[in-house]
């Protein structure tokens, strides 16, 4: 089993609707917010998604 620490569930909000997706990041290596491109099934196309707390 892993050990629990660095890995966190984040939320990641679509910036052209109200879809998201649920992802896990490393803080130790990402402390920031992420940005990712992914596709919008609400929209019909790849649009960017932001990390939300």
Do not use: C
């Given at each position: 089993?892993?050990?629990?620490?660095?890995?966190?569930?984040?939320?990641?909000?679509?910036?052209?609707?109200?879809?998201?997706?649920?992802?896990?990041?490393?803080?130790?290596?990402?402390?920031?917010?992420?940005?990712?491109?992914?596709?919008?099934?609400?929209?019909?196309?790849?649009v960017e998604?932001?990390?939300?707390?």
């Open positions: 089993m892993a050990k629990p620490g660095n890995r966190v569930q984040v939320k990641l909000k679509s910036s052209e609707s109200p879809h998201h997706y649920y992802t896990y990041k490393n803080k130790r290596n990402n402390p920031d917010r992420i940005t990712l491109r992914k596709y919008d099934p609400v929209v019909r196309k790849h998604y932001k990390e939300s707390r």
